[in-house]
Nanobody, 123 residues
């Protein structure tokens, strides 16, 4: 079972990026999924989560209104659309699949993790 995050890169402040998370080895259509990030020297933090059907989402206050999570269960994919990026968004972004169907902000509720993709935002 593998989650593969991709789409990271370098962008100037105010720019946009779309991260993708591809699942293989099993389907996650009945699992909540989420994005977390970890900046250098800091703890991993919650970014956002989406319920198994994609009808509910939850975001950290720091990204609310700028980031949008979506998923395509038919393709076993999840996405993080990031806009109006700020230098403080610079981090390695991880996708994860939860044990249950609901969205959750607690990292301990996730039992599958991708390897991370680096996003660098310059001012």
């Amino acid at each position: 079972v593998q989650l593969q995050a991709s789409g990271g890169g370098s962008v100037q402040a105010g720019g946009s990026l779309r991260l993708s998370c591809a699942a293989s080895g099993r389907t996650f259509w009945n699992n909540g999924m989420g994005w977390f990030r970890q900046a250098p020297g800091l703890e991993r933090e919650f970014v956002g989560a989406i319920s198994w059907r994609g009808d509910y989402t939850n975001y950290a206050d720091s990204v609310k209104g700028r980031f949008t999570i979506s998923r395509d269960n038919a393709k076993n994919m999840m996405y993080l659309h990031m806009s109006d990026l700020k230098p403080e968004d610079t981090a390695v972004y991880f996708c994860a699949a939860a044990r249950g169907a609901r969205m959750t902000a607690r990292s301990s509720d996730y039992n599958y993790w991708g390897q991370g993709t680096l996003v660098t935002v310059s001012s």
